[in-house]
């Protein structure tokens, strides 16, 4: 089993690599792109747990090590 972790700057924290990132694909003609968000995202391998324990686990991987919850915010998802 596997759990895909999903990891982004909450909206109100600026994100100048997005903003890099959107000055960039505009120079490159995609104006139509107002704004970019840029995140992290993990694959955790999971063995010998049970889907509920597995999600008590990545959430508290995600809140302990992946994260800094002043600033991120996170959503993950267990994959079989």
């Given at each position: 089993?596997?759990?895909h972790?999903?990891?982004?700057?909450?909206?109100?924290?600026?994100?100048?690599?997005?903003?890099?990132?959107?000055?960039?694909?505009?120079?490159?003609?995609?104006?139509?792109?107002?704004?970019?968000?840029?995140?992290?995202?993990?694959?955790?391998e999971?063995?010998?747990?049970?889907?509920?324990?597995?999600?008590?686990?990545?959430?508290?991987?995600?809140?302990?090590?992946?994260?800094?919850?002043?600033?991120?915010?996170?959503?993950?998802?267990?994959?079989?």
């Amino acid at each position: 089993m596997k759990a895909h972790v999903w990891v982004m700057l909450k909206p109100t924290v600026l994100d100048p690599q997005g903003q890099t990132i959107q000055h960039a694909l505009a120079s490159l003609g995609y104006a139509q792109v107002k704004g970019v968000r840029q995140g992290k995202f993990f694959v955790l391998e999971l063995n010998g747990l049970s889907r509920e324990d597995a999600q008590k686990q990545v959430e508290k991987i995600a809140k302990d090590v992946l994260t800094n919850p002043v600033i991120e915010h996170f959503r993950y998802e267990i994959v079989e």
